[in-house]
């Protein structure tokens, strides 16, 4: 295949997936269509299946690249931090800044996403997984150095910090409030580091 047509190619697969998460985040995924996809993207519903399966593709391909663009940027800026805190502030500051950046689609994840009858061994909860498995190696990175107490459980952290912070930010959009990324990042990470240094840490 020509470069030129390749690339063309690639351009109308772009946008057909950044036109899927417009209305994926304004209607939500079970009201969208194929329809109002394509009409987003300025194309026929026939020629968006020469791309896309359905609509249920093009969900799993917004997810996917969300899920790609966070965890590279995380894992590259907790690569570059010297000490177990200043990479645990990372990772609270991103997540609560995806939250503050990106509610609609968040939303989408925790109301629907994570809803669907087939979620369970899919691709997007692989990602997830392998997202919040940042929290767990960086626990496992501390405990190995001794910052963290070696008796931490790493799942029940990484429980408390996504957990925590999902109803943190939920509250906060459904009340349609702006989150204090900073002010709630030092909140956090405080918590945390009290709990996962233990008494017998200096």
Known sequence: MPR???????????????????????????AATVTDIAQAAGISDGLLYRYFGGKRELLMEVLELFYTDIITGTERAIGQEPTFQCKLEVLVRRHLQAFADDPDLCRLFISEVRTLDDYVGSTTQELNRRYTH???????????????????DPRL??????GGIEHLAWREIANGRAI??????????????????GSDIA
Do not use: C
């Not at 940042?134 to 931490?152: H, K, S, V």
């Open 180 to 197: 204090d990324v900073a002010h709630r990042t030092a909140q956090v990470v405080r918590l945390l580091m009290a709990g996962l240094k």
């Open 134 to 152: 940042i929290l767990t190696n960086l626990i496992a990175w501390g405990q190995e150095r001794g910052f963290i107490a070696a008796d931490t």
């Open 4 to 30: 030129i047509a390749a690339e063309k190619m690639e351009a109308r697969r772009e946008s057909i997936v950044l036109a899927a998460r417009s209305v994926f985040v304004a209607k939500g995924y079970a």
């Open 157 to 162: 952290a990484r429980d408390f910090l996504f």
